[in-house]
């Protein structure tokens, strides 16, 4: 599954995030900027003319989810399409004990009963304007690297500040080519998001953890949510419109989404610090966290309920990092690197233009190292992965908030400066559930996983500790907080400072005793991302200068176009067709006995004498993605849906580092499978004529 | 659940070998040896005559399997009792596509329907003598410690040959007091053996990983295999007598046994050691396997059948680790041991005749810190965790065997001195079933493994890789290997040196290739085996001078008498009655709607009718274990079966470094549950009867 959601926060830790891009253009390789689309690329190829009235209703209809994963406007009211999984989260919160819409599925079937969900905001991107200049003229030359991180975060707060107090919309300062650019983007926000329709997850991750990442698939990865202004459904008159037509072989398609993030253009020192640190300290923590989530959830019905979406999220990194691991040990992607970095530094050597790039790779190497000895502490520490509770999470930010906020704006920490201030309110004072037992046993869990990594007789391990074990502690820390409740947060965010400094809560208590440490390794770390960032800023320009106009950033959860054609594949001599229908569905169910993984809905068992069982119900094509593409609509020249991305193939897993379109497909659900299942399956005739522009949801009282 | 088997395979590398006894008796506490039980404490304390009779009797009736588990002889025609996670092994290499014994049970009605298992051995105790001196002397002071290592081995291999040639008895010289003692063990051997009757796993296991190492509990943990000599029933005169009557509240009870390994000697240092690099590196790769094997499992009923005992055992032992890390992070541990270590300190500086056990503590603390920069290579390379497939192990064996068999047998490693070598050799070429893509699976995981600790580019790992991929380079040596034939594996072997030298087979190739530096590391590793063996020598002089009598040594899976009294617990101001009954079980079924790790097998869902409910069928006992101890009999004065050892709860988890009998508990199978179930769930009368010693196996034709 190709999301960036809550699992998705401990790779951040893990994972660089400081490569940019180039490399030779393979087919129809390139994650591109609404505002640099490769038009002779496609007009060449394809015969297409991305034409700017096009293109600006695309990216008008796009819109991205502040938890991970992309969706679209699919209505003039309101609704958005994404992935179940990516609107996992939501249903996850809306669950209790004895009702659980994540496992069996949501369908409003008034607008009145359109659930609201907390703490969750989409964002649409209005327009983007290049800042490069004012940001790189904040840094002055000669600075060091922690000053010149501070530098730059200022000037990034300040321009986001002067934004949004003019526009009134959501500011971001991005970072393209990793400092090679740096665009302002302004966004339309809604906050009142409601869902409309969700299918079983059976359905929607039918084949479970086996399927992940495999192809063929059968999946109904689909949600549906709305958003609404003044208690309404919003009005979006910039919606993509539903084909009804059947996808043809070789078919040219486009994905407009938000790829989380790619290292295509890390150097060898970049990858081998990912193959021999990031990924596999990675994965040992998230086979911890698949262990601890796996017993945990065995224990009743209800454990289950409550660790599902952690569970799913926690596999389904575990998949993709296995993927990612296994691409970084093949002798391939090294011979193909290592060419590419000779070609960059020859030219470095020889161009006199570009001899200020020369040290650029030794710069990188030195700073990975220093990365290497850090990254421990700073997953554990700032990453929280030594804490691992909402209510230590709870903490954390509140204590920042407090402090941060007598700072001027331009000194903050990124996540509290004025233009994400009121996000980051929502977000804290969202009223979801939280499970003490459950939360108990992530913290002791990961307390014992502190002191394993830290050393338990390491001074703040011990402080952390208090004289108690692991479980004693966790038990004390979560029977004595009050942060479970969003009132007390509210009043703690609200008293400022002196409120923080102030309580006597546990958990704030120790978030107060972890965060010098913690700000210090961050410290640390972003000093080091400035380091590579001005690094990767000089190859970038060496592979400017080399490959010119083919060349676009790598991914930065920021808004992408994407496109290829829909195409089978050959995998170890066997030819697979590029799309599946139902009846493949109900024949691998039968295979299988119909059981675990492979086990059907009973509404889906039931269904099959309706259902036109030679409908197609999913995809791949060659479309260039990557997780956070999640939700993207897969449309067509008439910038039509015909699709819903929601995964990509065990070779796309590869596409981290380098797009290869043998054998690497992104896959999708196929838009006539949405409609057939809708209306034979679910009875959501409404639903589906909606999609279809057939009837108006304000009619559905 | 208490075995050693398979997957205690991985602890052995990790946790420390090398700990002895002492610490102040705690209740009845002590692991005891049959040639020195403590007749006084057991008549003053419980006013038992143990008479040399009666503990021969126990002695001879007590069994141990070479797989890890404890047994006893249950009746006059071979009839041996364990558990049924002792067999399961056996009854996983039994199961084929289609069929299942493991999970679905197995009763042979007739004796010529008793299962010969392949590659299984049972050891009888016959004689134990002390040959300390003779050991000792062979290390002549002022010897390096691998010199002094290699003489150990040498003489302990010499005494060995002697003894087998002399009275054709398995021999085998154990180490005691970790260097204090050395007895020569004189052993009856039964390789016929045959599975006579095992339930389903479902009800062997009930309640799962969430249920184990806990209480109350519901499991019919047993399983009967029938020992054979000549083609037929072995005649064992010595064999425990059953009861019929119900335990009753603090009655006096038995373990005869082979507890496996406990740290209660170790020093801090040590503790230190295992809690902050042997635990947590166990734990790392268990979390690792247990996905690799959830993984797998899922992808289909026959994957889950044959990764089914393996998986088992991981969890088993994950879970046990988790138990012994919370142990080792516990501040009263902690406690206890610094204030007995310096009381052994004081003593050491004190008494003139111990003044040469003062820089005992000093020098395994430094012996600690070599070990921990090696046991990563040590558990790759030699433990094998690094190429981790049966084919690896068979190469391993072949290769080391060819060697090792053209060296003087004193000079031998010891699993290939001449004692050993008859039981290496049949289990080397039993005639398992072994499954290539399983292998691929697993040796694709642990060559990732083995470039993410050593580092990709370490030159062992890139000459295992061979440039390839870790899942090409698995394919490339599990299609290429024969070894999964028995008959080749026997060719070779008969073949010796030469025919291995000149084996093209891949995986030979490759165990040659990691031969030398396993070797080397060994050596390393054994060398400071020798140094703690020394040191420990010294800690427990001193530990003797104080405490006399009252010490036992650490558990090494030698045979061992425990006692203590049947006793319920009180937890967390809730009282747990000593026992549980049938009745119980029904209602934590229903509480659970009958589902995953608490679905009751279809026949007892039907048995409920039939089943007496009142019957006893758990019960926990003060009696001190550890794993190993798994199939080990309960017994009363009168030395009949009233239970069957299958599990501590988690507060005996500590166990390993500290008994404490305020919580913690042995968890048994009851003799009359096993009766009642035999008879009415599984129609076992025949086999119920041999028990009672109601009626000959030899008339069940």
Not at 123 to 141: H, W
Not at 197 to 208: C, D, N, T
Not at 323 to 347: I, M, V
Not at 583 to 599: L, P
């Amino acid at each position: 599954m190709h999301c960036g959601c809550r699992a998705g926060l401990f790779l951040a830790a893990v994972l660089a995030l400081w490569a940019l891009k180039p490399a030779a253009v393979f087919g129809d390789e390139g994650l591109w900027l609404f505002n640099n689309v490769p038009k002779e690329q496609l007009k060449k190829n394809h015969n297409f003319d991305a034409e700017q009235k096009w293109l600006d209703h695309v990216q008008l209809s796009s819109v991205r989810f502040n938890s991970g994963g992309s969706g679209s406007f699919v209505s003039a009211e309101g609704l958005v399409m994404t992935n179940h999984h990516v609107a996992a989260d939501s249903l996850q919160k809306m669950g209790k004990e004895g009702y659980n819409p994540y496992r069996d599925g949501f369908h409003a079937k008034r607008l009145a009963d359109e659930h609201k969900c907390e703490g969750i905001e989409l964002n649409v991107l209005i327009n983007m304007t290049d800042v490069t200049k004012r940001v790189n003229e904040a840094v002055k030359p000669g600075t060091t690297p922690e000053d010149a991180a501070k530098a730059r975060r200022a000037v990034m707060n300040t321009i986001e500040k002067e934004s949004t107090d003019k526009t009134k919309l959501k500011s971001q300062v991005v970072t393209l080519f990793q400092g090679g650019a740096y665009h302002l983007y302004r966004f339309k926000k809604y906050t009142d998001v409601r869902l409309v329709f969700a299918p079983e997850q059976q359905i929607a991750f039918y084949g479970g953890d086996p399927d992940n990442f495999e192809y063929p698939r059968y999946d109904l990865d689909a949600a549906f949510f709305r958003v609404y202004e003044g208690g309404k459904p919003a009005k979006t008159p910039h919606y993509l419109k539903w084909s009804t037509k059947n996808l043809t072989d070789n078919e040219l398609v486009f994905v407009s989404g938000h790829p989380g993030r790619t290292n295509r253009l890390a150097t060898l020192a970049d990858l081998a610090y990912q193959r021999d640190v990031g990924f596999p300290s990675m994965l040992q923590r998230l086979n911890r966290l698949e262990v601890l989530l796996a017993t945990y959830s065995d224990r009743s019905e209800e454990n289950a309920r409550q660790a599902k979406e952690l569970f799913f999220g926690v596999q389904n990194s575990r998949k993709a990092r296995i993927g990612g691991l296994a691409a970084l040990l093949s002798p391939e992607l090294w011979a193909f690197k290592s060419k590419e970095e000779a070609r960059f530094k020859k030219a470095a050597e020889e161009r006199e233009e570009l001899k200020g790039a020369k040290s650029a790779w030794q710069r990188i190497a030195a700073s990975q190292k220093v990365r290497a000895s850090n990254i421990k502490k700073y997953t554990l520490l700032e990453r929280r992965a030594g804490a691992f509770t909402e209510y230590f999470g709870f903490a954390r930010t509140l204590v920042r908030a407090g402090e941060e906020r007598t700072k001027a704006n331009k000194d903050r920490l990124r996540e509290y400066s004025d233009a994400n201030l009121e996000s980051l309110q929502e977000d804290l004072v969202a009223d979801n559930p939280i499970y003490p037992a459950y939360e108990t046993a992530l913290l002791t869990d990961s307390l014992t996983y502190l002191a394993g990594e830290l050393g338990s007789t390491d001074p703040l391990v011990r402080k952390v500790l208090a004289g108690k074990s692991p479980r004693a502690r966790a038990r004390e820390l979560v029977n004595g907080t009050k942060l479970g409740d969003a009132k007390v947060r509210k009043a703690l965010y609200e008293g400022g400072k002196k409120a923080i400094d102030e309580s006597t809560d546990p958990m704030i208590v120790l978030a107060r005793l972890i965060d010098p440490e913690a700000r210090a390794v961050r410290r640390i770390i972003e000093a080091e991302d400035e380091v590579t960032r001005q690094a990767y800023g000089d190859v970038a320009r060496v592979q400017f200068a080399l490959d010119g106009a083919r060349t676009y950033p790598d991914a930065t959860f920021t808004l992408r176009l994407s496109f290829g054609t829909v195409k089978g594949y050959e995998e170890e001599g066997k030819k697979i067709p590029f799309q599946t229908d139902f009846a493949g569905m109900y024949k691998r169910s039968a295979a299988h006995k119909n059981k675990g993984a492979f086990e059907l809905p009973k509404r889906w068992l039931e269904a099959k004498k309706d259902l036109d069982l030679k409908v197609p119900f999913n995809f791949v094509c060659t479309v260039d993605i990557i997780g956070g593409n999640s939700g993207s609509p897969v449309i067509n020249r008439d910038a039509e849906v015909v699709g819903l991305i929601f995964d990509g193939n065990i070779q796309s897993l590869a596409w981290d580092f380098r797009y290869d379109d043998k054998e690497g497909r992104s896959v999708a659900v196929a838009a006539t499978g949405i409609i057939e299942a809708l209306r034979k399956v679910y009875k959501a005739n409404d639903l589906a004529d909606e999609l279809l522009g057939k009837k108006a949801a304000v009619s559905r009282r």
